[in-house]
């Protein structure tokens, strides 16, 4: 299966264990997006839209992004993504976790991050930083996510 | 005084208001670290030392590294540091923000903050965030940043 997968979604790509046995997933962290697929993926769990151009520069400057495919030879689906940014030594900061309404309840999202954590862990990276809505607060406390290790407190400055 | 200041500190490098008359400050995203120094200058905030290598590396792969100086034309004294990781586009995070003790109550560290906000503005980047540590958790509300917004959490992950 892996030579299969690899010609579909390109060098590293492998299998995620699926809920259902009809049904293949995989993550990929070559197989290029449609930027229009990525963005609907993203607005489908409440992203709000981004213009495709900063999209796509925010992409190539990432230290990670990984596709989270439903399997088809010809017509694979991007049902889940992740990206980091960081200096790939110290940190990375994970952004844009989405899984597709559909697809969730079955333990993908789980299954995502700890493949986002491996891949990190891999090229050397030792601490792994996200903002958390208050919403999927408990899905990352499940997981072994420390929040506010020592008192930190999220700051965000938005520029007018 | 530009010219004075580029050729020590680099192109574009830029005068930091002084709180003393007898001392200029000075802004720098060229002039290159020494490494012994900077890991002084952030063990002199508290934050623990780091391989030098990974140091290294980590500055290489940011977004932005700004250092602050005190003036001299002979032996410059680097006395405030930040730097950012990011894509560049959507996001930055700011980390290892650091003014030396002897030089912290004058201001510095507002300006120094200012500077990367405003840098990173100039790149085109309109979102930038931070971990604040409970001690430093009032200045940077003071000057604008927003805690938490929307109920966000900060969560890490530490690999063993």
């Known amino acids: 299966m892996t030579l299969e997968i690899e010609s579909v979604y390109g060098e590293g790509a492998c299998e995620c264990a699926s809920p259902d046995k009809q ?12 930027l229009v697929e990525l963005e609907q993926l993203l607005q489908s769990v409440g992203w709000s839209q981004r ?15 990984v596709g989270l ?30 899984i597709h309404p559909i697809y969730q309840g079955f333990g993908l999202g789980k299954q995502l991050m700890a493949y986002v954590n491996r891949s990190l862990h891999d090229i050397g990276v030792r601490r792994i930083t996200l903002f958390a809505d208050p919403g999927v607060v408990s899905f990352y406390k499940s ?11 999220c700051a965000f400055w938005y520029a007018n």
Chains 1, 2 share one sequence.
Do not use: M, N, Y
């Open 23 to 34: 049904v293949s997933f995989v993550f990929s962290q070559t197989r290029p997006f449609d």
């Open 51 to 65: 213009p495709v151009g900063k999209v796509r520069r925010a992409l190539d400057s990432s230290l990670l992004k």
């Open 69 to 98: 495919w439903k399997h088809d030879p010809c017509f694979p689906r991007l049902i889940g993504f992740a990206r980091c940014t960081g200096d790939g030594v110290i940190d990375a900061t994970v952004w844009d976790v989405a």
């Open 143 to 153: 997981q072994g996510w420390i929040l506010e290790p020592k008192g930190h407190r």
